[in-house]
C-alpha cells in the first residue's frame, strides 16, 4: 500500500481509508485533482470528499503483493 501524500487518486483505484476509527475499503469511481467519488461497494451511495481532505489513506499496489 502506498500513502497518497505523494500521490494523487485515480478512478480505478482501490484504497483503504479511516471512517469514524475503523478501516474502510473502497473502490474510487471518479478524481480529479481536486476532487474523489468512491463507493465502498457495500450497496450504500458513493461518497464524494477533496482529495485533500483525504489523509492516511493508502492505495492497493497489486505490484507490491
Do not use: K, W, Y
Request: overall charge negative; some cysteine.
Amino acid at each position: 500500500m502506498m500513502n497518497t501524500t505523494a500521490i494523487r487518486l485515480r478512478a480505478g483505484d482501490v484504497i483503504e481509508l479511516e471512517i469514524d476509527g475503523e478501516g474502510a475499503t473502497a473502490l474510487v469511481l471518479l478524481a480529479n485533482s481536486e476532487t474523489v467519488i468512491f463507493d465502498f461497494c457495500d450497496d450504500s451511495m458513493p461518497c464524494v470528499a477533496r482529495q485533500e481532505d483525504l489523509v492516511n489513506v493508502r492505495v492497493f499496489d497489486g505490484n507490491h503483493i
